[in-house]
T-cell receptor, first 119, second 115 residues
Framework: AQTVTQSQPEMSVQEAETVTLSCTYD???????LFWYKQPPSRQMILVIRQEAYKQQNATENRFSVNFQKAAKSFSLKISDSQLGDAAMYFC????????????????FGQGTILTVHP | EAQVTQNPRYLITVTGKKLTVTCSQNMNHEYMSWYRQDPGLGLRQIYY???????DKGDVPEGYKVSRKEKRNFPLILESPSPNQTSLYFC??????????????FGPGTRLTVL
């Protein structure tokens, strides 16, 4: 079974600065997907960024980028130019590639990291 | 507007009183699932459904039931709720695809408290 670990329960950053959230995972699969979700106080789950394991290039979405280290099974999220609206709980998640299997569609989540942004 | 809806959004109940949390999606998605979110544990899958009349257990199915009689609806049933089922519940849906990872859409969450 896959596991996802976020070792930082809380992080803080000054507005306009850069912060990196850590995530490690364990899997025996070679093909999979990784995600970062944002959960603001509204509790809505918002997809921030996704990474396909077969792609060597790190995904980027505006101010958000990842550092995907497949051999190390590490998947960190970098938020540049942090804004007050970035304050939220962030979850790292894993999804198997296997189509149609019993784990199809299942997201395995880490414990979450609460990000505070100071003005 | 594409969306997943859940009702109720908040519920306080007592031990043993049967309840149902409804989930509905308007995107014609085949795949639907339920997660519960607990502090320090992240989200864990309770049940999932690949299509109408096809459901299976996730990682934490004890104490829950589901049904999928219509494609758009996937209710979560707690026949005899207990305090350890106090949690935040999310319904999610996506297309079923032979390959790739179609985006999953999450509902707004249901905060359940069992006294």
């Amino acid at each position: 079974a896959q596991t996802v670990t976020q070792s930082q329960p809380e992080m803080s950053v000054q507005e306009a600065e850069t912060v990196t959230l850590s995530c490690t995972y364990d899997t025996s699969e070679s093909d999979y997907y990784l995600f970062w979700y944002k959960q603001p106080p509204s509790r809505q789950m918002i997809l921030v960024i996704r990474q396909e394991a077969y792609k060597q290039q790190n995904a980027t979405e505006n101010r958000f980028s990842v550092n995907f280290q497949k051999a190390a099974k590490s998947f960190s999220l970098k938020i540049s130019d942090s804004q007050l609206g970035d304050a939220a709980m962030y979850f790292c998640a894993y999804r198997s590639y296997k189509p149609g299997g019993t784990s199809y569609g299942k997201l395995t989540f880490g414990q979450g990291t609460i990000l505070t942004v100071h003005p | 507007e594409a969306q997943v809806t859940q009702n109720p959004r908040y519920l306080i109940t007592v031990t043993g009183k049967k309840l149902t949390v409804t989930c509905s999606q308007n995107m014609n998605h085949e795949y639907m699932s339920w997660y519960r979110q607990d502090p320090g544990l992240g989200l864990r899958q309770i049940y999932y459904s690949m299509n109408v009349e096809v459901t299976d257990k996730g990682d934490v199915p004890e104490g829950y039931k589901v049904s999928r009689k219509e494609k758009r609806n996937f209710p979560l049933i707690l026949e005899s709720p207990s305090p350890n089922q106090t949690s935040l519940y999310f319904c999610a849906s996506s297309l079923w695809a032979a390959s790739g990872a179609p985006s999953q859409y999450f509902g707004p969450g249901t905060r359940l408290t069992v006294l």
